[in-house]
């Protein structure tokens, strides 16, 4: 593991020469990292805990329609609705869709997340039943497709293209080439298409695990947290995600950390993504480790509540 005197307070910068997180385990990297959890422990109702869903909390799954949270991930979560004073996801999936994955609707334990769809553009409070969805601007029609055009002219002209999908969002539409038959040349021939289809109709590109996502908005994670942040006024500060997407949000909390207050980046890790694993306080391996990491958090707001 690393060296504790490697690592700077907010920046892992070692990462590469580090080995792997333990398996279905976490490693606190940074001394942010390290008191995270106490900090927590001492002020729950303070903190702000937000977490991505694809890769950090439902593991990644060649089918983007069949990708759950994991069984272990949402006890971990339910484990700590309404001990911290805000649990939320911030996720890159429209809130209907991030529904069904947490599962908030058939199942209880989650009352009081709040869940922030397609990077904050979308809102549902599971509390209040709050639902904020805009229309998506006609000009996505376009993009679908056109970007569909374009899977189906590859696939026509090359077999190996197969499996390419496009997925519709409603106020983005996403290359999917993760089921491709061979899925980095899907993406290298596929991926400019997209981007460029992007700039054309005046679309935001966010970049991902196999995919290339053409957006309505500009809105990022990071504009998500920064909002709820304005709006709970946290002590403490966490946010889980292992994607390219999940960065902006990152660094609203490196900012944090760097004015001296209590928070962690908490990196769900993947070889897919090292560029995200170099970001982290503490690292976890995949959505099994980030539960872990969670069931810690909840045991140290039930160790300080009884002491
Ligand atoms: O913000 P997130 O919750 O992480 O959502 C980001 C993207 O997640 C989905 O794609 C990813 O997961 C798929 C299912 O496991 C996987 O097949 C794909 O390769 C991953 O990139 C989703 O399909 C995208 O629309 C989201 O943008």
């Given at each position: 593991m690393c060296d504790d005197g490697r690592v700077s307070e907010t920046t892992n910068t070692d990462l590469d020469s580090c080995s792997p997180p333990p398996a279905d385990g976490w490693v606190a990297l940074t001394p942010a990292g390290r008191a995270v959890a106490r900090a927590v422990g001492h002020d729950p109702a303070g903190t702000l805990l937000a977490s991505d869903v694809d890769g950090t909390l439902s593991p990644i799954v060649a089918d983007p329609t069949r990708a759950a949270v994991s069984e272990r991930a949402r006890r971990a979560l339910a484990g700590l609705d309404g001990r911290v004073g805000t649990l939320a996801v911030i996720t890159g999936r429209p809130v209907a869709r991030a529904r069904e994955m947490v599962d908030v609707d058939r199942r209880g334990g989650l009352d009081h997340l709040v869940m922030l769809g397609l990077y904050g553009v979308e809102r549902y409070d599971v509390g209040t039943g709050q639902l904020q969805v805009p229309e998506p601007p006609a000009v996505m029609g376009q993009a679908r497709h056109r970007l569909q055009e374009a899977v189906d002219r590859a696939v026509a002209?090359?077999?190996?293209?197969?499996?390419?999908?496009?997925?519709?969002?409603?106020?983005?539409?996403?290359?999917?080439?993760?089921?491709?038959?061979?899925?980095?040349?899907?993406?290298?021939?596929?991926?400019?298409?997209?981007?460029?289809?992007?700039?054309?109709?005046?679309?935001?590109?966010?970049?991902?695990?196999?995919?290339?996502?053409?957006?309505?908005?500009q809105t990022t994670k990071g504009d998500a947290l920064r909002r709820l942040i304005a709006e709970r006024m946290p002590s403490v500060l966490l946010m889980c995600g292992d994607d390219l997407g999940d960065l902006p949000a990152m660094a609203v909390v490196e900012e944090w950390i760097g004015e001296g207050r209590p928070g962690a980046r908490v990196v769900s890790w993947s070889a897919e993504q090292p560029r995200v694993a170099r970001s982290a306080d503490v690292l976890c391996d995949g959505p099994e480790g980030v539960a872990a990491f969670l069931d810690e958090i909840s045991g140290r707001i039930t160790e300080s509540s009884t002491m």
């Open positions: 002209a090359d077999p190996a293209m197969a499996g390419t999908m496009v997925e519709d969002k409603g106020s983005a539409v996403v290359l999917h080439t993760r089921r491709a038959v061979e899925h980095d040349r899907a993406l290298a021939l596929l991926g400019p298409v997209a981007r460029d289809l992007a700039g054309e109709l005046g679309l935001a590109v966010e970049e991902g695990r196999d995919v290339v996502e053409l957006k309505a908005w």
